[in-house]
C-alpha cells in the first residue's frame, strides 16, 4: 500500500537506514551495561588503578549468567582483614598496652563460685575474651545452661562490666562418663583422660585464638578462688608460660578449723629418678605425678609453698598443670599444643611444658601464690 508518510517510505526503499541505528544501539547496550569488555581476563582487578580488587557486581549481558555473582552478591566490601603479629606487644605493663587476654576453660560442670571470681578479676573485662568447651554428656547440657544462664544474669546486672567476647564449644571428642574426683583421679584412667582433655584443650585454644590475642590464661573450671588481680599478678613475671599454686580449703579434722593442702602436683621439676624410670617405659607409656605407684621423686611445686616468703618468688619448672596457667599467645602460635599422645612419656599439660621447652621456651612457676581449687 502506498503510504503518505516519508519517513515510512525511506525505511522501505532503503531498509537499512532503519537496521544500522537498532544494531548501532543494541551494541552500545551491550558494552555499557553487559560487561563483554570490560572484565578481560583479570578476575576483576583493574591494572590501572595498582591492582585494586573491584568486589561490584559483574553482569554478562542478557543470554549468560555470572556464577560469580553467586558469591559476590554475599561479600561485605573490604572483607580482607590484614594484621600485623610484629605489632602485637606481650608486656609487664599489659592494662596500660590494652593486651588482650583469652581466659580458656574447659568445663565439665558449672561451679557458680567460679563464675563469681571470674567476674571480680579487675583487669580491664573489654580487653578479656572467655572461651569454654563443654563434653557432649548429659551432664555437659547441665553445664551449658547453667552457664548459659550466669552470662545472660552478668549482662543483665552488671553490662558494664562484659567481657569483650565469650565462645561455647560442644566437644566433638569423647570424654570420661563420670567426673567425679575419685574416678577422674584414678590411677588407671589417667591416660585416657588426660589424651581426651589434651584433645579438648588444643580444639578449644586453636578455634578461639584470635591474631589479637596477647595471652592465654588456662583456668580451670574447679578454681573457686583467686586475687582479684590474678592476671596483672601474673603478667608482671614477663614470663613465656607461668603457672600460679593450685591449694585447696578444707576442715582439718583433727582441729575441726579450716586449713590449706596442696592440690596440684603436676607443677614439678624433673629428677634423675624420672629420667630413669622414663627409660623404662615403652614408647606409649606415660608417667603420671602424685602416685605412690611412680615413684618420681620429682620435687613437686605444691612442696614448696612458704606462708612467710615473698609470693612472687619464682620457679623453673618442666612439667605444669592446667589450674591456672598463664601463656604468650605466641607460645600456642610456634606450635605448642597439648600431646594427646604420650611426648617423651608425658601427655596434656605436663607434654605442653616438654614441648614448649623444646620450642625454646622457659617454664616457671610461683609456689608462694596460691589459688583455690574446689573441695568436693
Not at 58 to 69: A, P, T, V
Not at 222 to 236: G, N
Not at 245 to 258: A, P
Not at 307 to 316: I, P
Request: one cysteine or more; a neutral charge.
Amino acid at each position: 500500500m502506498y503510504s503518505k508518510n516519508a519517513i515510512v517510505r525511506q525505511i522501505r526503499r532503503k531498509p537499512a537506514y532503519a537496521v544500522i541505528p537498532v544494531a548501532v544501539i543494541v551494541v552500545l547496550y551491550l558494552f555499557i551495561f553487559g560487561g563483554l569488555f570490560g572484565s578481560g581476563n583479570n578476575g576483576g582487578v583493574s591494572s590501572r588503578k595498582g591492582n585494586k580488587y573491584s568486589y561490584s557486581k559483574k553482569g554478562r549481558g542478557w543470554f549468560s549468567s555470572n556464577r560469580d555473582s553467586v558469591i559476590l552478591r554475599n561479600l561485605p566490601k573490604n572483607h580482607i582483614s590484614h594484621y600485623d603479629l610484629n605489632q602485637l606487644t606481650t608486656s609487664p605493663d599489659a592494662l596500660i598496652n590494652k593486651e588482650q587476654i583469652l581466659i580458656l576453660t574447659p568445663m565439665s560442670k558449672f561451679l557458680p563460685k567460679y563464675w563469681e571470681n571470674l567476674n571480680k578479676l579487675s583487669y580491664d573485662h573489654s580487653l578479656i575474651e572467655l572461651g569454654f568447651i563443654i563434653p557432649r554428656t548429659l551432664e555437659g547440657d547441665e553445664t551449658l545452661q547453667s552457664l548459659e544462664s550466669a552470662i545472660k544474669k552478668s549482662l543483665k546486672d552488671s553490662p558494664q562490666n562484659k567481657f569483650k567476647k565469650i565462645t561455647i564449644l560442644r566437644q566433638d571428642s569423647d570424654s570420661l562418663k563420670s567426673q567425679k574426683e575419685k574416678d577422674r583421679h584414678a590411677l588407671s584412667v589417667q591416660k585416657e583422660r588426660r589424651s581426651m582433655m589434651a584433645l579438648a584443650r588444643n580444639s578449644l585454644v586453636f578455634t578461639t585464638l584470635s591474631p589479637y590475642t596477647s595471652w592465654c590464661l588456662w583456668l580451670d573450671a574447679d578454681i573457686v578462688e583467686t586475687k582479684p588481680t590474678l592476671l596483672q599478678d601474673l603478667i608482671a613475671h614477663d614470663k613465656p608460660i607461668i603457672s600460679a599454686n593450685v591449694y585447696q580449703r578444707y576442715i582439718d579434722e583433727s582441729t575441726k578449723k579450716e586449713s590449706i593442702r596442696p592440690y596440684d602436683f603436676n607443677n614439678w621439676v624433673e629428677s634423675e629418678e624420672g629420667l630413669a624410670l622414663a627409660k623404662t617405659l615403652k614408647d606409649d607409656e606415660i608417667i603420671v605425678e602424685g602416685y605412690a605407684e611412680m615413684a618420681t621423686y620429682r620435687p613437686l611445686m605444691a612442696h614448696f609453698y612458704d606462708s612467710n616468703a615473698d609470693e612472687h618468688t619464682e620457679m623453673a619448672l618442666d612439667g605444669v598443670g592446667g589450674g591456672a596457667v598463664l601463656v604468650k599467645a605466641d607460645v600456642h602460635r610456634d606450635g605448642a599444643m597439648f600431646p594427646s599422645f604420650p611426648f617423651y612419656h608425658l601427655i596434656e599439660t605436663e607434654g605442653f611444658a616438654k614441648m614448649a621447652k623444646r620450642l625454646g621456651y622457659e617454664v616457671f612457676g610461683l609456689p608462694n601464690y596460691l589459688v583455690y581449687h574446689y573441695n568436693e
